[in-house]
């Protein structure tokens, strides 16, 4: 699995002296609060007051019919989710000074928390570039710059655990569009 989780929890477990299922535990939920929030700032800049009635809601991560990612073992696809979050975050700041180096980041921490987010994100900025050049009906340059840059660095960052994930995950366990009826126990 990726490492982001796993780094985490072990140096959280050294800094503080609890086991490592425990900081693991404690982790994924703080990375679901941490997301909660940061959506909350991405809805703040749209309404204020719409932001303000969200946030209650995602109170409802907890919930019972909701708490399987946590009860069930889907630790790192919750801090994926979070990163996923982030690059909604990013695209809502993309005119920050050096905005690229926030998409580096996400981008290479949503990969290596749990890949499938970082497709996603991928998928989510490819339509974003394009719904920007058709909305303005001009090609921008420097949104194109900006991406460029973050893909570079995150290409960087995760270079080594992309051989990892392409010669190990990939042969083992090949993507396919199927349906399961029943398990094998």
Known sequence: ??????????????????????????????????????????????????ALISLPFSLLVFSSGLYTGFAWGHWPTLLGQFFLICIFWYT????????FIFLGIFISAAFMTHTSEALFAAFYLFLFFIAHCILDKK???DLLKNLAIGACIS???TFYYFIIFKLVWVPRQPFEFAVSRAWDN
């Not at 796993?6 to 997301?35: K, N, Q």
């Open 139 to 141: 090609f921008k340059l």
């Open 155 to 157: 290409l960087t960052v």
């Open 92 to 99: 809502s700041r993309i005119d920050l000074k050096k905005s």
């Open 1 to 50: 699995y990726p490492p982001v989780l796993y780094h985490l929890s072990v140096i959280l477990s050294h800094l503080s002296g609890m086991e490592v299922y425990d900081t693991i535990y404690f982790i994924a939920f703080f990375f679901a609060a941490l997301a909660s929030l940061v959506l909350y700032l991405v809805i703040r800049q749209f309404n204020k007051n719409a």
